[in-house]
């Protein structure tokens, strides 16, 4: 079974309250569903955006030798993981900064 040009986008879960959110967004992917298993089989030009809101956990550690890692959690078990050059993560700490002196979120 092969399928192209899917878009998946925000998968809505309930947590209690609150919904925690996941957007996938695969648009012009095309996949191979064999055996049980999925393989990419389109070209290797494409991208994908993915978004968790709602986010209740998060870890700062090192990766490997040259890199830091972010990893974002909701409470329902979906995760994000970023690696960034340490210069990367300067900049997002600055930026955080920033909003902290400037911004209403912070207030």
Avoid at 27 to 35: A, G, P, R, S
Avoid at 72 to 81: A, I, L, T
């Amino acid at each position: 079974m092969t399928g192209a040009g899917h878009r998946f986008e925000q998968f809505y879960v309930a947590t209690g309250r609150r919904f925690g959110m996941l957007t996938l967004d695969l648009d012009d992917f095309m996949f191979e569903l064999k055996d049980g298993a999925i393989k990419h089989v389109g070209p290797s030009n494409r991208s994908a955006t993915v978004k968790l809101y709602d986010v209740e956990g998060l870890d700062v550690r090192e990766f490997g030798d040259e890199r830091v890692k972010l990893a974002f959690e909701d409470e329902d078990g979906s995760e994000v993981e970023v690696a960034l050059a340490p210069e990367q993560a300067t900049e997002i700490a600055r930026g955080i900064e920033m909003l902290e002196s400037e911004s209403r979120v912070f207030e």
